[in-house]
């Protein structure tokens, strides 16, 4: 396994294809009850779906790290990094519920930045509903939103058959982060 340290006792470390079902669960559940709570009922299928979990890990440029601490996986993260135009994205995250509130995701984000030092521009989406996430994203890490997808306003990446007009199950705030790379590119 290849290890990338952040200070205090973060690191992140490429998760082997042997561990990817963990991955899969981890993650779901870690959805799951966030969105379990939001909706006040079980959900019938786990979100994100094992399809999208799939086509994340096998993304060109992706690439899947558990976040660790003290040698203890805590969350992970599945990033599409594209080197040429430095707009990487973010495409899952998650701290594992029972790590929740001790700022680990705001320690694995810094990790992630540091990782990739030249990206110009990081992207993510989270469901509307999401209001922790939105938080996070906004309020801790600088992201900015940048598009409210809807039945008005679809996102142009999403297969159109997936999205339902009758729900609203498929608005997601899109968010970027612009990266001030001034200091890495002086260095250079």
């Not at 959900?43 to 993304?59: G, Q, R, T």
């Not at 060109?60 to 976040?67: F, R």
Request: with cysteine; hydrophobic share 35%.
């Amino acid at each position: 396994m290849q290890e990338r340290e952040e200070s205090q006792k973060i690191k992140l470390v490429t998760a082997e294809p042997s561990s990817l079902t963990e991955f899969k669960l981890a993650l779901q559940d870690s959805f799951r009850v966030a969105a379990e709570a939001d909706f006040g009922h079980p959900l019938e299928e786990p979100i994100p779906s094992d399809d999208d979990i799939e086509k994340s890990f096998n993304a060109t440029g992706a690439v899947t790290y558990w976040i660790m601490e003290d040698e203890q996986r805590v969350g992970g993260a599945v990033l599409v990094i594209d080197p040429i135009s430095g707009r990487n994205n973010l495409s899952l995250f998650f701290i594992a519920t029972s790590q929740q509130s001790r700022g680990l995701g705001l320690k694995a984000w810094k990790a992630i930045e540091q990782e990739f030092p030249f990206t110009k521009v990081w992207e993510t989406v989270t469901p509307y509903f999401e209001k922790r996430n939105i938080h996070f994203y906004v309020n801790r890490c600088g992201f900015k939103i940048v598009d409210f997808y809807n039945r008005y306003h679809p996102d142009p990446h999403q297969d159109s058959r997936q999205i339902h007009d009758e729900e609203d199950g498929d608005e997601m705030f899109r968010f970027e982060k612009i990266m001030d790379n001034t200091d890495e590119i002086n260095k250079n």
